[in-house]
């Protein structure tokens, strides 16, 4: 283990955004037992050399420069990204990789031909609390809750990564806003990061992500656990006054745990209606077969084929369901016809509609 002159103060370290929950006053010490860790454990690393991410996004929610011999806070943690790293939360080695910008470290696995190698990262310790534990993300999550009959929940899912997903999502969530309900913002599976959680924000729709409910990702966590923490997310919004949950679930429709959700799941039997995103025309209608696999139909496709006319055509000739541009999908009219069918008996406020 690379030994410190000291113990370094909280205050010193550069602290990723996956642990911003966590309370930096209770670390008491450091363990170098690396074998024992679990994804969500909080990892004390120096940078050793700078890769494919540059930057890390702090818990502040800004981004920092790296540089060489910076002493970093990050989240054991998997990662799944088609167009980036697939990783495992594991610290097997005297270096390790910074998976992903938000803050995750374990080893890389696979890598899309584009990426630069991984930012290399020397492990230095566990951060333990004053009574010898691991501290861990999970330790400082939401506590569980149930989502009450009256609120609907939406779930936008997507055909791939950066298929517009997330742009869906914060539009309709500003729409519905817009139109006077009370709304908010959740991201139920993915890899913590700041862009999706403070796109909601931007949208005027107040968030949380399962980085809120303990887990740094969710790939390759247990189905009960991602359930439980869609639960608690969607119904600590709801304690807070949403009566609309616009959930988004990350990457494609194939993705391991995103497929677990379709086929059955206490979030799919949870959802009111889904929202698809889908990159062009072939991944709207490939899209929306699978959703039709697992008796399912979305009440609209948005996502990167609303940017090209023509190729918008073509998905609406092939599956025959309305396709809306972010524009359309932020206004108030829009919005709240798209989701007048099937709302749990919310009715907008009418001192909350946008002039």
Same mark, same amino acid.
């Given at each position: 283990m690379p030994a410190l002159n000291?113990?370094?103060?909280?205050?010193?370290?550069?602290? +990723?955004?996956?642990t911003r929950r966590v309370d930096q006053d209770a670390l008491a010490g450091l363990s170098a037992d690396f074998a024992a860790a679990v994804a969500g454990d909080l990892v004390l690393c120096r940078v050793a050399g700078l890769g494919q991410h540059r930057k890390l996004q702090l818990a502040g929610r800004r981004t920092s420069e790296l540089y060489p011999g910076d002493l970093v806070v990050l989240c054991l943690g998997d990662r799944y990204a088609p167009d980036q790293f697939e990783g495992r939360a594991v610290l097997d080695g005297p270096v390790a990789d910074l998976l992903a910008g938000g803050g995750i470290v374990g080893r890389m696995e696979r890598a899309h031909s584009r990426m630069a190698p991984p930012t290399r990262l020397e492990p230095v310790g566990i951060l333990i609390d004053a009574s010898g534990r691991r501290m861990n993300v999970a330790d400082y999550a939401l506590p569980a809750a149930t989502i009450p009959d009256h609120v609907?929940?939406?779930?936008v899912f997507g055909a791939s990564m950066n298929s517009g997903k997330t742009t869906a999502a914060v539009s309709i969530a500003h729409g519905l806003a817009a139109a006077g309900y009370r709304v908010a913002g959740v991201k139920a599976t993915g890899t913590g990061a700041f862009g999706d959680f403070?796109?909601?924000e931007d949208a005027g729709?107040? *968030?949380t992500d399962f980085t809120? +409910?303990? $887990?740094?990702?969710?790939?390759? $966590?247990?189905?009960p656990r991602i359930e439980a923490g869609f639960e608690a997310l969607v119904g600590n919004a709801a304690a807070d006054g949403a009566q609309i949950v616009v959930v988004e679930i990350a990457d494609g429709v194939f993705q391991a745990e995103t497929a677990s959700i379709l086929r059955g799941s206490r979030i799919r039997s949870r959802?009111?209606?889904i929202l698809f995103a889908a990159p062009d025309a072939l991944g709207a209608l490939g899209g929306t077969?699978?959703?039709?696999?697992?008796?399912?139909?979305?009440?609209a496709i948005s996502g990167m084929v609303t940017c090209s006319p023509l190729g918008q055509t073509e998905a609406v000739a092939a599956t025959g369901i309305a396709h809306y541009a972010r524009e359309e999908l932020a206004s108030a009219e829009v919005a709240g016809?798209?989701? *007048?069918?099937?709302?749990?008996?919310?009715?907008p406020d009418a001192t909350d509609r946008a002039a």
């Open positions: 000291e113990f370094p103060s909280p205050d010193t370290l550069k602290w +990723a955004f996956t609907t929940v939406i779930g403070n796109a909601f729709v107040p *968030a809120d +409910a303990g $887990m740094p990702t969710t790939y390759r $966590m247990p189905l959802l009111d209606g077969q699978v959703l039709r696999a697992h008796g399912l139909r979305p009440f016809r798209l989701v *007048a069918g099937f709302l749990r008996g919310a009715r």
